[in-house]
């Protein structure tokens, strides 16, 4: 995360209250996209329903780019439900290596989705070691 984000002089924390207010989720998408977000968003939320508009149009963006997010919800992000910050950021980390991976730029790298016992296998588990050993509020 903070890899994308230090291209912007930003740096995130804690993702789970860093990227409550949708800005910082915004400044990633478009770092790891590398477009810009065309929709209208509020630079400093100060309530619910700003943030919530601001992480859908994150999340909208995402999806609109290749980033399949499948039950992640903008209320999701905003109350700060752990489990699907970090599959959001799992997804964002796939679509980052897969299109790393592409060595023909003018054809897309497609983003297959993962068979039943892939989702459920321990490695997808043990990228999140790490970061999950040292979390403060997991």
């Known amino acids: 995360v903070n890899y994308y984000l230090n291209?912007?002089?930003l740096n995130c924390?804690?993702?789970?209250?860093?990227?409550?207010?949708?800005?910082l989720l915004i400044a990633l998408a478009e770092e790891l996209v590398g477009t810009k977000v065309t929709r209208k968003y509020t630079p400093?939320?100060?309530d619910r329903i700003r943030k919530l508009d601001n992480v859908g149009c994150a999340l909208d963006f995402l999806k609109d780019n290749g980033i399949p997010?499948?039950?992640?919800?903008?209320?999701?992000?905003?109350?700060?439900n752990t489990k699907f910050i970090l599959?959001?950021?799992?997804s964002m980390a796939r679509y980052s290596y897969l299109r790393g991976t592409n060595t023909n730029p003018?054809?897309?790298?497609?983003?297959?989705?993962?068979?039943?016992?892939?989702?459920?296998s321990a490695?997808?588990?043990?990228?999140?070691?790490?970061?999950?050993?040292?979390?403060?509020?997991c």
């Not at 924390?13 to 800005?23: A, E, L």
């Not at 003018?106 to 459920?120: D, F, H, N, V």
């Not at 490695?123 to 509020?137: A, K, S």
């Open 69 to 80: 997010l499948r039950g992640i919800s903008p209320v999701d992000i905003v109350d700060g």
């Open 44 to 46: 400093n939320p100060q």
């Open 106 to 120: 003018t054809k897309p790298t497609t983003y297959p989705e993962p068979a039943a016992s892939e989702a459920a």
């Open 123 to 137: 490695p997808v588990g043990m990228v999140f070691l790490n970061c999950m050993n040292r979390c403060t509020h």
């Open 87 to 90: 599959g959001m950021i799992w």
């Open 13 to 23: 924390q804690n993702v789970v209250t860093d990227f409550s207010d949708g800005t």
């Open 7 to 9: 291209r912007r002089g």
